[in-house]
């Protein structure tokens, strides 16, 4: 979807090192998500955040940590504790208070050196 | 919380047959059930969505059933073309926090 734009495309990251994906959004939709997927898998959620300022844990959070300071900006950084980080990371948005359908970028997809 | 279950997880048909994937889920509260396909190596798009105040809907080749006593929904695919060839995936919103559960996901090969 054109109005939700994640950086970059492709990302290294070296041992005991932080990285940061980012997600920006233009949609003016409230919350936000990320997902992991492995090849094969489905998609299984990393954290979402509904509101500015606010977030919760999804299914496998560990490792892993996000910040929403602004409504079109949802950060995920992926930290050294997240010992298996390769994987395809989508990132979605969607407007909350009704059934509207979920949005996703283009993903970012994070391999280890 | 809510749990959706998605089979089959491949699927092979012919060109110009039908094709059929079946999802249930466990929250009876739950009242938006969307439906995704997912080319290879690319975002999930998606292609048909459901609410729980009606049973059946129609989009082209697309079609999309609901059974809120059963708890189940279904993506029909008629008269499959190649490029209908993906992973398709079903999702029911989880009331708790309003966000989207995902079945595991359905390989769909169209053989030409």
């Known amino acids: 979807d054109g109005g939700i734009t994640q950086s970059p495309k492709y990302l290294f990251r070296k041992e005991g090192q932080n990285v940061t994906l980012s997600c920006e959004q233009n949609l003016n939709h409230d919350a936000m998500y990320w997902y992991r997927q492995d090849p094969g898998q489905g998609l299984r959620l990393i954290y979402y955040s509904q509101i500015v300022n606010d977030f919760q844990k999804g299914d496998i959070a560990e490792g892993y940590s996000v910040s929403r300071e602004k409504k079109e900006s949802f950060p995920l950084t992926v930290t050294s504790a997240q010992k298996n980080p390769t994987a395809f990371y989508l990132c979605?948005?969607?407007?909350?208070?009704?059934?509207?359908?979920?949005?996703f970028g283009d993903g970012t997809r994070l391999s280890i050196l | 919380g809510e749990n959706v279950e998605q089979h089959p997880s491949t699927l092979s048909v012919q060109e110009g047959d039908s094709a059929v994937i079946k999802c249930t889920y466990s929250d009876s509260a739950s009242n938006y059930f969307p439906w995704y396909k997912q080319e290879l190596g690319k975002r999930p798009q998606l292609i048909i969505d459901?609410?729980?105040?009606?049973g059946e809907k129609k989009d082209q080749r697309i079609a999309v059933t609901l059974n809120k006593t059963a708890k189940h929904f279904s993506l029909h695919i008629t008269e499959t073309q190649p490029e209908d060839s993906a992973v398709y995936f079903c999702?029911?919103?989880?009331?708790?926090?309003?966000?989207?559960?995902f079945g595991q996901g359905t390989e769909l090969s169209v053989k030409p």
């Open positions: 459901i609410r729980s105040n009606v």
């Open positions: 979605a948005s969607t407007e909350t208070g009704s059934n509207q359908p979920q949005h």
């Open positions: 999702a029911a919103r989880d009331n708790q926090g309003g966000k989207l559960i």
